[in-house]
């Protein structure tokens, strides 16, 4: 049944590794000390530390993926990939269709600007398919925010908690084909955080497909059909969501 | 290729609008700049100093205002990249259309700038107005070495972070050694290969000798050395971005 629906995202075989420093020094004041000190001491050193390992992984529409793992597991990394933010130099990601993720829930873009210009930014980086629709975006997501007066003044001047609401209004203004989203929630107000999840709730079902990382087990639940767990830079589970909280649990008894 | 030629104007008009903060009193602010330095400068030299050359003021406002857009170009780009990574990290917008939007925004600012040279020209020297037309042609040359003087910086600096301590360093030497206040004819023959081997000089020459000279077969080959200088930077921008461009996201 689910094998028939549109194919969005083929992962095959991707493998990342971090570079280690390409140089043994990370200022200029170092290489000209150790030049001096040592004129024919090694300078370059090559190496790597891998974060992803041959990851493979097909994403379908319909599809509402619960990305779990504890941290440093790869997840957000192979969501960077996904989203084409970190170019892997092995395997392959196929993408069949436009991309929206969210990393960062408090992004500042611009702090001398206000919270309106911001949000116009927000809209023009991430709904180039929906030009037309930008003005209509705009208005609808500030009106969501409730920032009232505080929408025409700069951002820098915001609490945490009010550029969370600015940049998740906006973002979720409009559904994607492949939707990502990196532990949204953290950082809303309370109140906020109610009214926020039934729009994202209501961006979740709307859009095609959707990978979704947080450590809430209840948050995951409540959103996913399927569950991915990652440890170590694998992908060491794939399937239903009981038998991967299951499994992570295990996982996490080891660590402790 | 139209998204992002619309992403570039607006975040270019988002920086500007930073930078001015949104009023034309900011805007004042930016250009008054280049116009303090310029008028302590003209001061000291023409007045203290009684350099004796032709139209002195011009002359400095020909090479200062160029030099002025390479410098704070290249300030600000070249921590670019750090200051910017919650941007490369977060958002679908790549480095290079960053950068590009922070030339362009100092780009725009040297514009409205040059119209400074543009009214002292005509207040000293209305009938040699015609050399106008041909501004563009040093103007694109300069901007194509100081786009890629910005990312060789920017990309550098990512790996070695103190290097914009050192740039900044080396372009208030560099101001001494560029024939800018003085013209190059004023350096004795023995120190005359520090100019050669500048290429700074080199790029802003075009513009002393055209507004100095008018567009003579001297403006040309000028010119023709400035736009070799220029593809010279460029290459070495290109190689040192594809060298740089797969770990720069993991190091920013």
Redesign the interface.
Known sequence: MRENKKLLLDIKNLSLA??L???T?????D?FISTLAGPFSKKFERGSFPVLKDINLQVREGDRIGLIGVNGAGKSTLC?CI?????P?TGSIERNGA?R????PA???????SGR?NA??LA???F?QYRDEIDEIVKESLEFSELKNFIDAPIKTYSKGMLVRLTLSVLSARPADILILDEVFDGADEFFREKLSARIKKLIDTSGAVIFVSHYEAQIANVSNRAVVMGEGKIIYDGEITAAYALYRALKGDLD | MK?DL??LY??TM??L???Y??TFYGFLWVILNPILIFAVQAYAFKIIFKIQYMNYTTFLLSGLLPWLFIVQSVEMCTNLFVNYA????????GPLTLLLTQVLDNFINFLFSFLILVIAFFATEPEKFKILFFMPLPVLSLALSIGSLCLIFASVNV?????KF?TSFLFSLLFYLTPIFYPAQFIPEQFKILVTLNPFYHVIHPFQILTMSGYGAEFFSSLLLSYGISAIFAVIAYVVWNRM???L??YA
């Open positions: 971090f570079p420093r390409l140089i020094s990370s200022s200029m004041r290489i960077r989203s084409g933010y970190y170019q130099r991309i993720a969210l990393f960062e992004l500042g873009l611009y702090p001398e600007l210009e116009r930014i023009e980086i991430y180039q | 998204a619309r992403l607006v975040l988002a920086n609008k930073s930078r903060r949104n919650n941007f490369i990290r977060n958002l679908p917008v790996i070695l972070r103190d290097l050192v461009k797969g770990y996201i993991f």
